[in-house]
């Protein structure tokens, strides 16, 4: 999908200029195929493996969209809907939901299936929450997301009822 040239406010300029982010880095998706190494004990790739492979398209993405070092804060709602098989073909898309101050929710959907199918699978999809910090690891500001489609609404939505729900399961832990 692709975004306004600008990507911020038209005719900002100084500190705030330098807060907008080039076009087309609202996501990213990373593919490949799933390979031996990766299986578990039952012939299916191994979720941590999926999981790293999650972390990494969702760094990439909020790297890009910030244009710093970003560190993960949280990962919530995984859900695991079909194994991969290995000789798979895998295909990871991270897009930003929303942004705070210095953070970015990242909603991650993962596909797969046979290369040479018409159509991959969805086999798992989640939140995953980073944070952009400097080089002491001091989080620092991130462009602002303005969803601008229906379906970027929707994930706005989505990661603000993540955010809300968390905030009341935190008040709430022993």
Known sequence: MSRDSEGGTPGA???????????????????????????????????????????????????????????TVSVGNIHFREPIMVGNLVEIQARIAATGRSSMHIHVAVAAGDPRAD????????????VAVDEEGRPVPVPPFVP?????????????????????????KP
Not at 119 to 130: G, M
Not at 148 to 172: F, N, S
Request: aromatic content about 10%; glycine content about 6%; some cysteine.
């Open 119 to 130: 159509a991959l699978q969805r086999t798992t999809d989640c939140l995953i929450v980073f």
């Open 13 to 71: 300029s100084g500190a705030d200029s330098d807060l907008r982010p080039a076009p087309d880095r609202s996501s990213m998706t990373l593919r490949f195929l799933a390979e031996p190494s990766s299986v578990n004990f039952g012939g299916k790739v191994h979720g941590g493996a999926l999981m790293k492979w999650i972390d990494a398209a969702a760094y990439a993405c909020a790297a890009a969209w910030s244009r710093q070092y970003c560190v």
């Open 148 to 172: 601008a489609t229906p379906y970027e609404h929707r994930l706005a939505r989505y990661a603000a009822d993540l955010r809300r729900a968390h905030a009341e399961l935190d008040a709430v």
